[in-house]
């Protein structure tokens, strides 16, 4: 018989409500990858052609394209991550079209590898632990659907 699989870690769900105060959106260097179809919503949503878009918001890696970074007091801020608009608020200027990479956090497989991953990301994350407790069949997906 095939050996069943160790149930996850956060089998019982995890706690997890989005204040967003946007700290996922700066940090450290990092990379905000995206599809051909979410280049073209995010251009779209700024009133520019996918190529406008690459060339404006965007850089090539050797894992496809990323959206550019802003050094900021704050860190390296996402490109579309606007301080301005509300005073003491971080708005994402792209939200309805952001990446799925996006998305999905703090669902990513390396997050949720172990209760220590977690409990580390929410030093940086302060949407974890609040809220109730989203259930393992929503992380599941959300997890699974997280670009590699
Ligand atoms: S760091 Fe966490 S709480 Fe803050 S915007 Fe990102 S997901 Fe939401």
Redesign the pocket.
Known sequence: MPERAAPEWYAGGLRF?????????TGPPGYVHFSDEEAQAMAARVGLTPEQFRKAYARKTSMGWSLRERKTPHGYDCVFLDRITEPGK?LCKVYEDRPTQCRT??WWPEVLASEKSWKLTAR?????G?GGFVPIERIRIERDRTPK
């Open positions: 409500e989005c204040t967003g105060c946007g700290e996922c959106c971080a956090f703090p940086q994350c302060e949407g974890i609040r």
